[in-house]
C-alpha cells in the first residue's frame, strides 16, 4: 500500500467507498464468512448519511442506523479490515485474480486515540470545513461528525 501492492486473495472482497451502501455490502459479505477490505477516501465511515438530520426510507436520524451497522462490523470477528483515508490507485488483473494498489494518505492520530476532543484545543490551526464545502472553516485536528467511526 501507499505505491505497493498488496498479495491478491481470491476469496477476499474490495469494497470502495464506506457510505452507508459500501458499508452494508462489506457487512452481508463479511457475515456469509469472506474477509472484506474496506476502502474509504475519508477519515471515517458514514459518508454524507452520517451528516444528515435524517436519511430516507425511514425518515429517522442516521445514528440508528449507522450505530446497527458499526456494531455489526465490530462482531464480524475481524473479517472486515477498514483502511480509511485511503483511494484506489490501481487495478490490475482479471476476475477473481486482482491486484489493487491504494494510495494511503498519512493518520497523524493513531489507534491510541481515546477521542477526548483535548486535542482540538491545543492545536490551533484550522482548515476549509469538507461539511459545508469549504464555506467555514474547522480544526485541523477534529472528529468529522459524533457518530464518527473509526474515532480516532
Given amino acids: ?13 474490495l469494497v470502495v467507498g464506506g457510505g452507508i451502501s459500501g458499508i452494508t455490502a462489506a457487512i452481508e459479505a463479511a ?8 476502502v474509504e477516501r475519508s477519515a471515517s465511515l458514514g459518508g454524507r448519511v452520517a451528516r444528515m438530520h ?21 462482531n464480524n470477528h475481524g473479517r472486515i479490515k477498514i483502511l480509511t483515508l485511503a ?5 490490475r488483473g482479471e476476475a477473481g485474480a486482482f491486484e489493487v494498489t491504494l ?21 490551533p490551526a484550522r482548515r476549509a470545513s469538507e461539511f459545508d464545502y469549504g464555506l467555514g472553516q474547522t480544526p485541523v485536528i477534529h472528529r468529522p461528525h459524533e457518530m464518527a467511526f473509526p474515532a480516532w
Avoid at 486515540?113 to 486535542?119: F, H, S
Fill in 31 to 38: 457475515e456469509l464468512g469472506r474477509t472484506v477490505y474496506l
Fill in 87 to 91: 483511494e484506489v490507485a490501481g487495478v
Fill in 1 to 13: 500500500m501507499d505505491g505497493a501492492s498488496a498479495a491478491s486473495r481470491s476469496d477476499a472482497i
Fill in 54 to 74: 435524517q436519511y430516507f426510507p425511514k425518515l429517522c436520524p442516521p445514528a440508528c442506523g449507522l450505530e446497527i451497522n458499526y456494531q455489526r462490523i465490530r
Fill in 103 to 123: 494510495r494511503l494518505q498519512p493518520r497523524f492520530v493513531n489507534e491510541r486515540c481515546t477521542a477526548c476532543g483535548l486535542c482540538e484545543p491545543a492545536c
